[in-house]
């Protein structure tokens, strides 16, 4: 018997434009011409604004590992932001299990948490001082918190003792270890990672990825993932969208991508798919956010 | 039931990192209590050293009083003031603002828990000046009343607290420059708020800022109490003054902090990096 299908999170048309702040007290340099959109241009400073997302839909069931793969800039960890009510788009609806990130925000925040590429703490305190902090912020208490943290972290294989000194005595790679803990802890039915892996070692990443996997099937969560390793997104993941220049250029399962993309004698790679769709071949320079 | 809980853990949460914070930046945390004391007893000098200087007869340990006082009273407030806006500049500069603002706590919970610590440093250092300053001057506090001098302090930490939520929304908005428009704010709070002078002392075109400044009536209560002995009667005036702006400006700044945080969030300044 099969489980009844629960949309976890849902994006209907969610747009995001960036553009320059004008503050009153400012000069600015007459805007863009309309249709142009693009990148800071270096050379003079000036700023344009920038479609990080593009009327972008996405649907994530329950129980599912979803993967997000793009090129630089194409807007992945901007959606991984509106997601979790960092950034409000200028249109369109986005709801986590039924509710409204915007109208609902507390009831969204309640259900997520997020891994961020760069792993943002007190860095003079330490792993135990800012799990302990982050817990607090969701309700946990202290116990629990470090019972939680410290079986996390052992899984992770990072030293009892490291867990007591300030986190800018760590290397980043164990730093990346403690933000993922920090988001395991409040046990969120979905989890949202981005670039969860980057920077550990093999075998830590094959430990966060068993850690991601466990986490789905004991706490029945979701999990919306971006990543720039094709392997773990082929093995990891139960469908993947391709998303480049804001806007989703193909989706499906690993496999039905890998079917898209005519390779002569074999299966394609997840990585040739990557390239395939995303209109960059190999040795082609392509810049973050140019034209969209 | 549960929902209060779960904020009062929050504001709790912000406490404790605050103090774990304290705890390892004690280094800077003496240098500056030492420089705290160091200023706050050179300042009670000039009242000590006021018959030489003038050469005049004077009431020394009026005026020493009086500048001890306005010192005081100044380190506090100016604590209570900055911390809470020193606070976001930290979560700024370290890129944790995400996680905080991403909680699932209301913005009042996190800057009243902001606004505790601050309250509760605030006191301690003060506390611990007082205690050695003391050491060097003769104070008679026997004709002081220091029950209204309480409240009055009281009061003021309201309004601090308030003034300090209003200057948070700075460097949330600013990250680089913000916490430096604070201290310009607190230096123009200073020369208006007759610190160590009463302010009719100012030119008649300043006057009116003093007015404005919640400063202004806690210096001017804590003296009435402490060098006048005045009832607490004679000090409703300024704790009223004091509890009302205090009334006005906590949950105005916690509205307004609230719209500079969706105008943050919609255009995209809260993230660092990545
Ligand atoms: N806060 C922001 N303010 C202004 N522009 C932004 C902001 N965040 C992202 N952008 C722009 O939006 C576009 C998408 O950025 P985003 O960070 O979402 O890309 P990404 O897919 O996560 O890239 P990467 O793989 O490098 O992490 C980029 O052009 C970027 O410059
Ligand atoms: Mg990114």
Not at chain 1, 197 to 210: F, I
Request: glycine share 8%; charged share 20%; proline share 5%.
């Amino acid at each position: 018997m099969e489980a009844q299908a629960v949309t976890a999170l849902e994006l209907r048309g969610a747009h995001k434009t960036f553009r320059p702040i004008r503050w009153p007290w400012r000069r600015h340099d007459p805007p863009p011409a309309p249709g142009e959109s693009g990148e800071t241009g270096e050379a003079d400073g000036t700023k344009r604004a920038v479609d990080a997302l593009v009327d972008l839909s996405l649907t994530v069931q329950r129980g599912q590992i979803y993967g997000l793969l793009g090129p630089n800039g194409s807007g992945k960890s901007t959606l991984i932001r509106v997601v979790s009510t960092l950034i409000i788009p200028d249109r369109g609806e986005v709801t986590v299990f039924g509710h409204d990130v915007l109208r609902e925000e507390r009831a969204v925040k309640r259900l997520i948490n997020r891994v961020s590429v760069e792993a943002s703490f007190f860095k003079k305190l330490s792993p135990m001082e800012n799990l302990l902090f982050g817990a607090r912020l969701y309700g946990l208490d202290g116990r629990t918190a470090r019972e939680r943290a410290t079986t996390i972290l052992r899984r992770l294989h990072l030293r009892e003792r490291s867990l007591w000194e300030p986190m800018e005595q760590m290397s980043r790679g164990m730093q990346q270890k403690v933000a993922i803990a920090r988001a395991f802890l409040t046990q969120p039915i979905l989890l949202l990672l981005d670039e969860p892996t980057t920077g550990l070692d093999p075998r830590s990443k094959r430990e966060v990825q068993a850690l991601v996997t466990e986490l789905r099937r004991e706490h029945d969560a979701t999990v919306l993932l971006t990543t720039h390793d094709m392997q773990e997104a082929d093995e990891l993941c139960d469908r993947v969208a391709i998303i480049d220049h804001g806007r989703i250029v193909a989706d499906g399962t690993p496999a039905e991508l890998k079917a898209r993309v005519p390779v002569e004698g074999r299966e394609a790679t997840l990585e040739e798919v990557f390239m395939a769709l995303t209109g960059h071949g190999l040795g082609e320079p392509q810049a973050a956010g140019d034209e969209a | 039931m549960k929902a209060l809980r779960h904020e009062a853990r929050a504001a709790c949460g912000f406490v404790e990192r605050n103090v774990n914070l304290v705890k390892r930046y004690w280094v800077m945390e003496v240098v500056w209590l030492i420089y705290s004391m160091a200023n706050a007893l050179s300042v009670t000098f000039i009242g000590a050293g006021m018959k030489q200087i003038s050469g005049q007869d004077v009431n020394v340990q009026r005026l020493t009083l009086y500048l001890l006082i306005g010192t005081l009273v100044w380190q506090y407030l100016s604590v209570v003031f900055e911390l809470v806006s020193e606070t976001i500049q930290f979560e700024r500069w370290e890129g944790t603002i995400e996680y905080t603002l991403m909680a699932p706590i209301s913005r009042f919970t996190h800057l009243f828990g902001a606004t505790l610590f601050s309250l509760g440093y605030g006191f301690l250092q003060t506390a611990l000046i007082l205690a050695v300053v003391a050491g060097f001057f003769h104070l008679d506090l026997s004709g002081a009343n220091l029950f209204g001098a309480a409240l009055v302090l009281l009061a003021a930490s309201v309004s601090f607290s308030g003034l300090g939520v209003v200057g948070a929304i700075l460097p949330l908005l600013f990250p680089e420059r913000g916490v430096q428009v604070v201290f310009v704010i607190q230096s123009v709070l200073l020369v208006v708020s007759g610190v160590y002078y009463p302010v009719t002392v100012l030119p008649h075109w300043m006057q009116p800022l003093s007015h404005l400044s919640p400063a202004t009536y806690v210096l001017q209560g804590m003296r009435e109490a402490i060098l006048d002995g005045a009832p607490v009667v004679a000090l409703l005036p300024a704790i009223g003054r004091l509890f009302l702006i205090g009334a006005v400006l906590l949950p105005g700044g916690v509205w307004l902090f609230g719209r500079a945080e969706r105008f943050a969030r919609r255009t995209g300044r809260l993230k660092r990096s990545g």
